[in-house]
């Protein structure tokens, strides 16, 4: 089993940025992986998703301004989050699977591995 810690989160006003990392203790590169959030009384939702191959999915709010990166050599995760808006607002949580990405964004696949999540809050 892997394990995710995710660090980064914190308070930042509208239009800032911040980076959270996911430090994973397996080897990144074996994982499709991603981030999901969940703000209060809401459902959480896929944010983004990185494959082994190196492809990327964003959920459609957050194209253009968040990236997603792995560094596999420091087996972490990286959500490089920009131009933030007080609706991105939530926990943020790291999410890993051995099997293959495809629909993890959407929540059709559930990823099998979870993080504890950081806090992001925007005003």
């Known amino acids: 089993h892997v394990q995710l810690v995710e660090s980064g989160g914190g308070s930042v006003q509208a239009g800032g940025s911040l980076r959270l990392s996911c430090s994973a203790s397996?080897?990144?590169?074996?994982?499709?992986m991603g981030w999901f959030r969940q703000a209060p009384g809401k459902e959480r939702e896929g944010v983004a998703t990185?494959?082994?191959?190196?492809?990327?999915s964003y959920r459609d709010s957050v194209k253009g301004r968040f990236t997603i990166s792995k560094d596999n050599d420091k087996n972490t995760l990286y959500l490089q989050m920009n131009m933030l808006k007080p609706e991105d607002t939530a926990m943020y949580y790291c999410a890993a699977d051995t099997r293959a990405c495809i629909l993890r964004l959407q929540g059709v696949y559930p990823f099998g591995y979870w993080g504890q999540g950081t806090q992001v809050t925007v005003s």
């Open positions: 397996d080897r990144a590169n074996r994982y499709c």
């Open positions: 990185l494959d082994t191959d190196g492809n990327t």
